[in-house]
């Protein structure tokens, strides 16, 4: 079956195995059973499945059916469906064990040739990594020792693997090269939450599917565009990870050039996986690669501060718990990037993101040149206003567009009017976590929403030379922002350099 009847077609995924690396984790509790509850409950997933979750921690099958069923009750959005969630816990199962035993794959693999036979999956098994990164290769390998990484007899074998990909270019490359020598690519899964968002998908019809808009999505009509990935909350009980991560590697290699890319592309050949990531790879290559000294000045970094949020008050990074209290990592950072193609040449696009901020958003903010100003010399307009183009990512998932119109009244005034466009209201509120249709694609051999090797390493190659710049200077007199701000004033200075401003963020929901 062709990919992209897949991507049109809701289907039955084919019978399978999910096997969860890390199952006493977070992730799965919080997003992946949920995700898997709402695809059987949108009959999406088949009779023949099961799911493994494989962890230290110590207990059974009905312990880890009943510890998953308290946590979705804790955690639904709305009240779960006893006769769902019925089909789905008795088809969960759960193995002790430890990463590093060989044992734990050898019973691994007699696990999944007993459930096999049970639950008819004709040997396809899906392997979900949701585990430290360190345990990336090393599981994937041990899979392999035992012969659970290869296909053969039409079944398939297929890994999913988290984020962070690597820390730098140079790790992205080994991790890369470590799994090859154990899987072929078209088996490997890099999983990037942030794409199974509605939003996010429907970049890609908003752009090529109405006609209306790609004739003025080029230099000639964009003045800049501006992508937001801000957080109210703090890193709470991921000191650890943070101090090893920040928020550069956090964000910006996977999430934020994800949408830059989606935004910046060419229109593909087709929506056949490799069609399309072809042309997101291209941007990347695009990407101007700045000396040190330029990439210093084209990058920001902070680090929140005491501060409230939400008339409370909350504690600055260096407070938090498993965070050193004279942490140099930045929990903030905004970038200027420049394409150098036909299409975007001396288009800034500028991103930002971290923790603490004013508001909980995610959105792309495109805005439109000014039109010329001649014809309203001689009226009471003073200035025109730039229409923008606001794609919302999260927590509402919408479009808005800001254009000008007359003010009512005998004198020519102009006032912005925002044309909304609400997901909820058009097609009703669907419980989505995200991984939905994630993990759904990966069932069905759809790889067009997940990255390819070469994709990772060119996105770790835009934010090198910022690596680089901050590696060489000393991170002592690290910006600070009170939480509950915009970030440190060096943010707002980088886009005044250029004769620009943040955009506002928007809420649909609170502006109707």
């Known amino acids: 079956?062709?990919?992209?009847?897949?991507?049109?077609?809701?289907?039955?995924?084919?019978?399978?195995?999910?096997?969860?690396?890390?199952?006493?984790?977070?992730?799965?509790?919080?997003?992946?059973?949920?995700?898997?509850?709402?695809?059987?409950?949108?009959?999406?997933?088949?009779?023949?499945?099961?799911?493994?979750?494989?962890?230290?921690?110590?207990?059974?099958?009905?312990?880890?059916?009943?510890?998953?069923?308290?946590?979705?009750?804790?955690?639904?959005?709305?009240?779960?469906?006893?006769?769902?969630?019925?089909?789905?816990?008795?088809?969960?199962?759960?193995?002790?064990?430890?990463?590093?035993?060989d044992q734990t794959f050898v019973r691994l693999k007699d696990l999944l040739t007993k459930l096999d036979a049970e639950r008819k999956a004709g040997g396809n098994y899906f392997?979900?990594?949701?585990?430290?990164?360190?345990?990336?290769?090393?599981?994937v390998e041990q899979l392999g020792s035992v012969g659970l990484a290869h296909e053969k007899d039409s079944h398939w074998r297929r890994f999913v693997i988290e984020k962070p990909f690597g820390h730098d270019l140079e790790s992205a490359r080994k991790l890369n090269q470590d799994l090859r020598e154990i899987v072929n690519e078209n088996q490997i899964y890099r999983i990037d939450h942030y794409l199974g968002k509605e939003t996010v998908q429907n970049i890609l019809v908003f752009r090529f599917g109405n006609g209306i808009f790609e004739p003025i999505w080029n230099r000639r009509y964009v003045e800049s565009v501006q992508i937001t990935a801000a957080e109210r909350v703090g890193v709470e009980q991921r000191g650890g990870y943070y101090e090893e991560a920040g928020a550069l590697r956090d964000m910006v290699p996977n999430h934020l050039l994800q949408?830059?890319?989606?935004?910046?592309?060419?229109?593909?050949?087709?929506?056949?996986?490799?069609?399309?990531?072809?042309?997101?790879t291209k941007i990347l290559h695009a990407m101007q690669c700045p000396s040190p000294d330029e990439a210093g000045r084209r990058a920001v970094r902070g680090q929140y501060d005491a501060g409230e949020i939400d008339g409370r008050p909350v504690p600055a990074y260096r407070s938090e718990p498993n965070v050193a209290p004279d942490s140099t990592v930045e929990t903030f950072v905004a970038l200027k990037l420049l394409i150098d193609n036909w299409r975007w040449a001396d288009v800034p696009f500028y991103l930002?993101?971290?923790?603490?901020?004013?508001?909980?958003?995610?959105?792309?903010?495109?805005?439109?040149?000014?039109?010329?100003?001649?014809?309203?010399?001689?009226?009471?307009?003073?200035?025109?206003?730039?229409?923008?183009?606001?794609?919302?990512?999260?927590?509402?998932?919408?479009?808005?567009?800001?254009l000008g119109a007359k003010i009512p009244g005998p004198v020519l005034k102009i006032g912005a009017v925002d044309m909304n466009f609400d997901y909820e209201d058009y097609f009703g509120h669907t419980p989505s976590t995200g991984y939905e249709r994630l993990l759904h694609d990966c069932m069905m051999g759809e790889a067009t929403l997940f990255q390819r090797a070469d994709q990772v390493e060119a996105a770790w190659a835009v934010v090198a030379p910022m690596q680089a710049a901050w590696k060489a200077e000393?991170?002592?007199?690290?910006?600070?922002?009170?939480?509950?701000t915009w970030g440190p004033k060096e943010a707002d200075e980088l886009l005044a350099h250029d004769g620009q401003e943040w955009e506002e963020t928007q809420d649909i929901h609170a502006r109707k």
């Open 259 to 280: 949408l830059v890319t989606l935004t910046a592309m060419e229109p593909p050949v087709s929506f056949k996986a490799n069609a399309v990531r072809d042309e997101q």
């Open 1 to 101: 079956m062709d990919e992209q009847k897949q991507t049109t077609t809701s289907q039955i995924s084919p019978p399978c195995i999910l096997v969860i690396f890390g199952a006493a984790g977070d992730l799965t509790k919080r997003k992946l059973i949920p995700a898997l509850y709402n695809l059987k409950k949108s009959n999406l997933l088949p009779d023949d499945f099961a799911v493994i979750g494989v962890a230290r921690a110590v207990m059974n099958d009905e312990e880890f059916r009943r510890r998953l069923a308290d946590d979705m009750k804790e955690l639904a959005s709305e009240d779960t469906d006893a006769t769902t969630w019925q089909w789905l816990e008795e088809r969960l199962y759960y193995l002790s064990g430890d990463f590093d035993d």
């Open 474 to 484: 000393a991170a002592t007199d690290l910006p600070k922002y009170k939480a509950g």
């Open 352 to 402: 930002r993101t971290g923790k603490r901020l004013a508001a909980r958003d995610t959105e792309i903010a495109i805005k439109l040149r000014r039109a010329p100003f001649v014809l309203f010399r001689d009226t009471p307009v003073d200035q025109l206003a730039s229409n923008r183009l606001v794609l919302h990512i999260q927590p509402d998932e919408g479009i808005t567009l800001r």
């Open 127 to 139: 392997f979900y990594l949701a585990t430290a990164p360190d345990y990336f290769a090393p599981v």
